[in-house]
């Protein structure tokens, strides 16, 4: 009677780039010893369009409907990067009005993504009840979006100096109202998950960073407030109106995957305080700085020439960006989304370099699953919370 052969060998198994679990086409070539994973290679590119190459051939008025493809579930922030890079270029000052009606915007938006986090996140631990719930609060807030924008994930709201459109008439009382009822939904999620049993087995210890480790990585967001470390752009260099608001930074000191989810919900909670005191405060005015829109070469522009005059359409107004540089940042909700723009005297940038937060904080990954088990990548994979929109541009 012959024994059965056991192979001792190393197993090198393809996960992506179309598992339903990769949250888009991440390919991980992983290494493994029975179910004790040995090595991980992130393969990316797969979702690459040439976002930076194509911003240095558009004006930025032309640019901004393509970057919410970006990170598009947390549309707005690319929309904010976009328009802050140039007025901090040029030094534009934005109405009042228009800098709370932006903040409402973002935190809105911080929500929506942070939410679109926590439904494939359980299901990914297999928890499939909140990845339906989750649902019901996030459609809400697009309905608010489409209410001011027109549209529900694509907006194209923001503009150089203000915001596109004012805020439609009730669309305050409708915000307010979702902010009592959005209150009521995180104390469920957080008696439906947060003591789970089965929820904390799979996540507590697991992906463990220190803050050292998340300082040396340059990890931002919730990676890197996780860690013990009180980092959020909105307080240490305020933007918009944030330093108007009474609201605290949520972090946690434990490191591993339990801290990344406690740490966004609690900043949703946060989010919706915010969003309570702009709209309370929210002072009157314009909506947008219409001095923007007077351009140097307005005046003897060729299209203000006789053969033209009687075209329906203009082109969008544009300005030239100056001879100079500068890094924008904001804090996203997968951490800090930065613009490095070169100004050439031209209506195109002459660099446009994206910081995305998916693609710096994905570096870990490989170091992180090393002698886990095969079943804890999806876990530490889930709690970075990447969008292969924005990790690949």
């Known amino acids: 009677m012959s024994l059965p052969f056991t192979r001792k060998d190393l197993m090198i198994v393809n996960m992506g780039p179309q598992h339903p679990s990769m949250h888009g086409v991440l390919r991980l070539i992983v290494t493994l010893d029975g ?22 051939n558009r004006t930025i008025i032309q640019y901004l409907p393509y970057v919410t493809r970006w990170d598009y579930l947390a549309t707005m922030f690319t ?20 800098s709370y009606i932006r903040v409402i915007m973002l935190e809105l938006s911080r929500i929506a993504s942070h939410l679109l986090w926590l439904g494939p996140f359980m299901a990914d631990l297999g928890a499939q009840t909140p990845f339906f719930y989750i649902f019901r609060e996030r459609e809400l807030i697009y309905d ?14 923001f503009r150089i100096g203000g915001v596109a459109a004012d805020l439609p008439y009730g669309w305050m009382d409708k915000c307010l109202d979702f902010c009592d009822y959005f209150l009521r939904g995180v ?21 463990f960073i220190s803050g050292e480790e998340a ?22 260099d305020p933007y918009e109106s944030y330093n108007q608001f009474d609201w605290k930074v949520q972090w946690q000191k434990e490191g591993d995957s ?67 540089e500068l890094y924008v940042r904001v804090e996203a909700p997968k951490g800090e989304l930065g613009i490095y723009l070169v100004g050439d005297d031209s209506l195109f940038p002459w660099r446009w370099k994206i910081r995305p937060p998916g693609f ?30 924005e990790v690949d541009r």
């Open 35 to 56: 179910e004790d994973v040995i090595d991980c290679e992130p393969i990316l590119g797969y979702l690459h369009r040439g976002m930076e190459k194509i911003a240095e």
């Open 79 to 98: 929309e904010a990067i976009t328009v802050n890079a140039p007025e901090f270029l040029e030094n534009i000052q934005i109405p009042q009005r228009a």
């Open 144 to 157: 608010l979006f489409e209410a001011a924008t027109g549209m529900r994930m694509m907006h194209n709201y």
């Open 215 to 236: 300082v040396n990585w340059g990890l931002s967001g919730p990676m890197l407030r996780a860690s013990g470390i009180q980092w959020d752009l909105r307080k240490i």
């Open 360 to 389: 710096i904080n994905l570096q870990i990954l490989p170091q992180l699953v090393k002698k886990m088990k095969l079943a804890d990548i999806m876990t530490i994979l889930g709690s970075i919370d990447i969008i292969m929109g």
């Open 258 to 324: 339990l801290a990344r989810y406690l740490v966004r919900i609690g900043e949703m909670r946060e989010s919706i305080k915010i969003i309570q005191q702009a709209v309370e405060k929210i002072p009157g005015g314009p909506y947008e700085n219409l001095e923007a829109r007077r351009f140097k070469k307005a005046k003897n522009s060729e299209w203000n020439d006789f053969e033209y005059r009687f075209l329906g359409k203009k082109p969008s107004p544009n300005f030239e960006l100056s001879k100079q």
């Open 187 to 207: 104390v469920k999620y957080q008696q439906l998950i947060t003591q789970n049993p089965i929820f904390l087995e799979r996540v507590e210890g697991v992906g």
